[in-house]
């Protein structure tokens, strides 16, 4: 059974268009991240979602904005893309909210915008 | 703020060497070290991590790491790579009493046959 797993894998889209990315862990973990990562594969976190509450919100542009339905869930949704925003999403998940845990990482989205 | 640099970019070794990547970070508090791989197209998975005690860490694959703290440094080390390390490596501080994680930039571990 896949721990974190994110759809869609791929995502080609026009500049201007909206998209969602959706992120699902079974590991019955607390905290979910999403991290983008550039293409010099630096790796920036996002948000942070703790028993569904936002914890962390780094200093995103509000065209991006997560939502948590459940403890299990996380998507992110892209307003107005911008050429800017490809990467490849990563969202994670960690058994709590505590410096010392373990952060499991769910395969990836690689976004395109043209 | 913590903020971690990870020396090398790239590191080309032949396979069954030695290597040595390297991690520094910098915090004004006691921090918790951590090392994630990533393979090609995939998320990254812990190697191992240092909370406290040992500054001698083991982690998966063979792979290990010393912590230093007068050298604010969290080298990883493995005495003989194969083929199958060829990954980039990630190394990540979290500050004690925090719970954001900071990555480093990243090296590239390329294991030559």
């Known amino acids: 059974d896949t721990a974190v797993s994110q759809t869609p894998k791929y995502l080609v889209t026009q500049m201007g268009n909206d998209k969602s990315i959706k992120c699902e862990q079974n590991?019955?973990?607390?905290?979910m991240y999403w991290y983008k990562q550039d293409s010099k594969k630096f790796l920036k976190i996002m948000f942070s979602y703790n028993n569904k509450e936002l914890i962390i919100n780094e200093t995103v542009p509000n065209r991006f904005s997560p939502k948590s339905p459940d403890k299990a869930h996380l998507n992110l949704h892209i307003n107005s893309l911008e050429l800017g925003d490809s990467a490849v999403y990563f969202c994670a998940s960690s058994p709590g909210l505590t410096g010392t845990d373990t952060q499991y990482f769910g395969p990836g989205t690689r976004l395109t915008v043209l | 703020a913590q903020s971690v640099t990870q020396l090398d970019s790239q590191v080309p070794v032949f396979e069954e060497a030695p290597v040595e990547l390297r991690c520094n970070y910098s915090s004004s508090v006691s921090v918790y070290l951590f090392w994630y791989v990533q393979y090609p197209n995939q998320g990254l998975q812990l190697l191992l991590k240092?909370?406290?005690?040992?500054?001698l860490v083991k982690g998966i694959n063979g792979f290990e790491a010393e912590f230093n703290k007068s050298q604010t440094s969290f080298h990883l080390r493995k005495p003989s790579v194969h083929i199958s390390d060829t990954a980039e490596y990630f190394c990540?501080?979290?500050?004690?009493?925090?719970?954001?994680?900071?990555f480093g930039a990243g090296t590239r571990l390329f294991v030559k046959a």
């Open positions: 990540a501080v979290t500050n004690t009493g925090g719970f954001k994680t900071i």
């Open positions: 240092y909370l406290s005690g040992s500054t």
């Open positions: 590991l019955g973990h607390d905290t």
